[in-house]
DNA sequence: TCGATTGCGGCCAGGATCCGACCTATACGG
DNA sequence: CCGTATAGGTCGGATCCTGGCCGCAATCGA
């Protein structure tokens, strides 16, 4: 069996480990002469992959840092844990890379065996909400599919309950995905209205590839964020809360992280934070979090939701405290 | 130039693609004859690549899941994507992988250009910490160096910081990461003391890698989780949480997900859970986030922290309720 | 300072392999 | 029914790959 390709392949996923490789190893590993091992490194270099050899007793070949990402080559588990890294990602966990966990999944999802698909589906039954009254939850598979159709220009077929609860069947010309404010929309152009169209992710179900390709056309407004911005202006509500935190500048500055949103001191132990956020529950949640002694003065909502939520969990533990 | 391993490579990196090229196409853009290709393909098929193929008009070849994964070639935002999604997870997000995660995150750090590294770690920066009184953080990237020097049998130095306070430098031969009980734990023998230890990777700071190698020996206890949890039986206090919830079954199964605990249904609007974690905080937000009425039996600790959350946020919103 | 170990690259010869060209079969859509 | 796509066979010639040999350079430890 001399199979140079795959071996180039394997020797890739060797060096890929965080460690040194002698090139005897390698040879044995691979049941070739250490020559062909040096020619084959040499073939990985011209391919622009950056192997690097430190020489002298204890030597050896490893894969470092280029230009370029080179092929990952995964075991079993870790391709799992990347799935189920994604799926959360691709949720709104952290902001600025959603689009991007999006594709990196569809990929991913492409060709991962059945085998493993079932385990990330289990392991992500198990996963926590991180957050309450975060609406409709959206499985992150479905973004996959609709991601995957954008990219190969297929039509996509699902069902679509719109805001005044009609169901209808839908098949599209996906355009492309977008994450604004917390939400998912797909930008697409409708064949059977002749006229494009916005769709809130979370309230779509079943998206199906059809296999059928069609030829991107040109959106009017050139960018689809844009776009999405510009048709939805004043349509989401957004709640802006302004509180007063009981701690010093530092603390909650590591403790709420950049994306929470202004913090700016007011002396060395009180802090002033506007936060803005699509629903009530999550703004409380993250201030219930936080830790420290705070008031709230906007808006009324979230003062409404907070007194509630104070209300639940002191009763939850009257009985026990024996009042 | 006729690289053939090279172009497999290419090949396989274009099928990624979520859409079909049609065997035309891929031998224009490779430079070679359209019979070269179908070869090729079905050298990959031999690899163990399923290449599924598509006749007639509008047809062509793709990669579709198979047995092993392929080699996964990422562009630059997927790659960030992927480091940043792991990164979470090697936290404690999903549990049962957070050793892959963090196996697979060493691996990625290692060939991942600076460029992209200085990404990440900048979107890091922006992350909100989930989950509140975690005790100190740990920095996944220095996960990721522990694990890569477990693999590359290199000798780790760190400062570490004893449950006295007191600080010590260290450089030991890391054995094996290990996750037990929403903490990580490093396996090592300690050459300066001859014998083995376990340290706390959240009490440990500045991993190094120094480049000496060693031999790895024999863990008297064999397998080195296990060899944790002996070790540490008894030592972590563990809450055990009985609550009541006043919700039905069916949407507390949903809300809460298998990993919560042990939830049964006492009649139709309620239901007993049995948690288990290492902090009340923990289990005071979960319990705050669920959404329903709910009342606590055990522990104490429980108790009088949601008691003291009820009166915090209870104070919050006293000024603005105008009482 | 010296020796051992490891990577680096040139050379050569034999043999396997790859490529392109040509052909036919088959499946699918219009 | 035709055009287009994949699928696969065969053949000859060019190419490339492998393994063995060599001397050289860098590095580490004794």
């Given at each position: 069996m001399t199979d140079t390709p795959g071996r180039l392949l394997t020797l890739l996923s060797l060096l890929q480990t965080p460690r040194e490789w002698p090139g005897s190893e390698l040879a044995e590993r691979l049941q070739v002469s250490p020559r062909t091992i040096r020619r084959d490194i040499d073939r990985l270099r011209e391919l622009g992959y950056p192997v690097e050899a430190t020489r002298g007793p204890e030597g050896g070949y490893r894969l470092t840092a280029g230009a370029a990402m080179p092929p990952l080559l995964l075991d079993d588990e870790e391709a799992v844990a990347i799935a189920v890294g994604l799926r959360t990602a691709a949720?709104?966990?952290?902001?600025?890379i959603e689009e991007a966990s999006v594709r990196a999944l569809a990929k991913l999802i492409q060709v991962l065996p059945s085998r493993l698909r079932h385990r990330v589906a289990a392991l992500n039954a198990a996963t926590?909400?991180?957050?309450?009254?975060?609406?409709p939850r959206i499985d992150p598979e479905d973004l996959a599919v609709i991601a995957a159709a954008v990219a190969a220009r297929e039509r996509l077929r699902f069902d679509y309950r719109a805001g005044d609860g009609a169901e209808t069947r839908r098949q599209v010309e996906p355009h492309r995905l977008v994450s604004y404010g917390r939400r998912w929309y797909l930008v697409c152009y409708d064949p059977d209205r002749t006229d494009w169209r916005i769709f809130r992710v979370d309230r779509l179900s079943h998206p199906q590839r059809t296999g059928l390709r069609f030829d991107p056309r040109e959106l009017p407004a050139g960018d689809a964020a844009a776009y999405v911005a510009d048709k939805l202006a004043g349509r989401t509500t957004v709640h802006r809360a302004v509180v007063t935190l009981h701690a010093p500048y530092e603390r909650l500055a590591a403790r709420l992280g950049t994306a929470a949103g202004q913090l700016e001191e007011i002396d060395e132990h009180r802090c002033r934070l506007v936060s803005r956020a699509d629903s009530v529950e999550w703004l409380g949640a993250r201030l219930a979090m936080v830790g420290c002694e705070f008031e709230v003065h906007e808006p009324p909502e979230l003062v409404a939701y907070l007194h509630e939520l104070a209300g639940r969990v002191g009763r939850s533990v009257e009985a026990a405290r024996g009042r």
């Open positions: 949720g709104h966990a952290v902001e600025g926590v909400p991180v957050l309450p009254g975060d609406g």
